[in-house]
Structures are given as C-alpha cells and as structure tokens.
C-alpha cells in the first residue's frame, strides 16, 4: 500500500466533502437546480455526494482491514462497535444541538421525545458497522452475495409492502411503526425520514461495494489495466440502474437499490479518474486543496454542521445571523449567485479549519 494511494482516497473523500458543504448550505432559497435534490424520483449532483461519502468509508475500511488480522476478535469487534456507537451518538446529538429553542418565554429545553433519532452521520455509523463486520467475518464471496440479496430483497419489501409515492412507501410505514412521527424528519411536509431503519439496508452496498473497489486498487495499483476494470464496472453499475429504474427508480430518498448501483458506478469512474490524475500523470497542483479537506472529513463535517446551527441560533437584533452575513454580505449579488457565494465563502471558512489542523498535524479519529 503507497502513500499514493491513500492520496487518492484523500482527495476524493475531500471533495465529497467539499461539495457536501455546498449543497448544505445555500444562503437563500433560490439555489441553481444542480445544487438541489431530486424532488422524489431522479438524480441531481447533489445526490451523488451522500452514497460518495459511504463508497469513500468502504473504500478506506480496505485499508484498515490488513491491520486487523493480528488483533484478537473480540477487540476488533469491540473498535468496529465503538466507532459505530460515536458515530451514530454524534449524529444524534448534532440534530438535538443546541438543546434548546428560543421562544417567547425564553429558552426552552428540546423534549427529547421530539428528537430525530436518524440521520446522516447514523446511517454513516450503521453501514460502517454492519459493512465491517461482514467484510471481517466472512469470505468475499459471501459478502458480495449478502449485499446482493439485500438489494433485490429490499426491491421486493418496497413492491410488497407499499408503493414508491412519499406517503405510501413501506419505509416510511416501518419507521413510523418503530419510532413514530416525532423521532423522524420533517423536511419532506410530513414526517418521512430519508434516513430511516429500512432505506438504511441498501445503503451497506455503497460501503461493500467501495470496499472491493479499494481492495482491486491495492492488487493492481496506478495500472492502465485497473483503471479501464475500474471504469467498466462503473460502466456496467450505471447501465443496470438504468434498466433497474423502470421498475425500481432511482431515488436518493428511499435509498432504492437502483439509486445504489447507479452512485457506485458514477463513483468508480470519479475515483479512477482521480488515481489517473494524482497517481499515472503525477498532477498534483490542485490536490492538496481536496486532500486537507480529506484527511479530517467527519471532523470538518461536523464543524460545517454545527456552525451552521450555531449561526441560525445566535441573533443580531431579531435576525439570525445566518441570514445576517447573507443579507448584509452576499445578498447584492442576485439571489442565485448571491446563494452560491455563501456556500462556498462557508465551504472555504471550513477549509481553513482543515488546512490549519493538517498543517499542526491534527487528525481527528474516531
């Protein structure tokens, strides 16, 4: 394993990452289409950016994996379960941050009664942990098979128990049976949840389905063999969504198994094309810039997050100040552009939390 190739990785985990904080944080509610989600069925950009982040964990776990062969199993067990634990809690607690609501009668604890359990960094947590232990358990062929079947069995769940509408889908019918509307997400206008205890199982396949990519990129390295298997298997993803789409769409939402296969293809061609790039034709001017970002990712992820919590509750005068920068920084723009120029001034103050602590040597695992 060189260094190369952990560049790679690096850079493309940065630029999921970067992209991530684009499309998350939008100044105005006017955003250009390709920085927005598909409504319901269909694929934006911006749907790429979530599955890109789980193909990047499996890929990294192939890494990982050789270092474990000389640990016991019980304490590898107890790493892959307490890395799953911190990062589902950290999820969980970054959606009840900060704990309190401002209102008339002034500061009000959040009921926890009313906290979404799921979320981004949960499903992260949830994949990482199933995916790990299936990759460490078990032979290659079995968990390519398992993975398989959960995506065909998920199609046949979704067929079975509902239909593909927002109000009708069975993921939506088992999460609220198992947390009820008030532990779900409210984003969609009713209390659905993209994240949810059912969508989560086909989302282990972007984990599985990176790992095996990080492991035929370790055996064949920065070879013009590889890259053109890596790029057909992309190829041949995106080609089975495509005819997968017409009984199963493809939908960022409901996680459906077309939507898995069709990110992973579109993931095999960009991390090709970044191994091309960095590691056969040595361009490595612009590297360093998605790099920084991707040797802290859940670290700058959080910060991203947070701060942007923490810009919506603090207040200037009756505004947030959120809305503040905004108005009184980026607003002369026009709405679009004005919009855009916040996400990436935010993208880029984010960044230079990266770049310092690359530079003190600070990385941040959990």
Sequence with gaps: MSSQR????????????????????????????????????????????????????????????PKWESLPTSKVVLKILKRTFLIFL???????????????????????????????LQRIG?????????????KPKWVFGITLFILVAYKWVMSAYGDFTLEGNAALKFDLWLMGPNHL?????????PEGVLSTFPAIGNVVFGYFAGLYIQQKGKTFEGLTHLLLAGAACITLAYFWDSSFPINKKLWTSSFVLYTVGIDLMIISAIIYLVDIRQKNKYAWFFETVG?????????????????????????PLYRWIFLNVFSYLGHYWASLAFALWWMLTCWLAGW???????????
């Design 126 to 138: 949830l994949c990482y942990g199933i995916a790990s232990l299936m990759v460490y358990f078990l």
């Design 185 to 193: 997400y409210h984003g969609e206008g009713i209390a659905f949840d």
């Design 295 to 319: 040797k802290n990712p859940l670290f700058i992820y959080l910060l991203s997050e947070v701060g942007v919590i923490l810009m919506w509750t603090i207040k200037v005068g009756d505004v």
């Design 6 to 65: 952990f560049q790679a990785l690096d850079v493309f985990r940065g630029l999921t990452i970067c992209f991530m904080i684009i499309v998350n944080t939008g100044g105005d509610e006017y955003t250009f289409a390709p920085l927005l989600h598909a409504n319901w069925h269909g694929f934006t950009p911006t749907d790429l950016v979530f599955p890109s982040f789980l193909f990047a964990v499996g890929n990294a776990m192939s890494f990982v994996l």
């Design 356 to 366: 310092w602590m690359d530079k003190k040597k600070w990385y941040v695992r959990v």
């Design 90 to 120: 950290l999820g969980f607690l970054m959606y009840w941050f900060p704990f309190v609501d401002h209102t008339a009668n002034g500061w009000v604890f959040r009921p926890f009664d009313h906290t979404r359990i799921l979320g981004v």
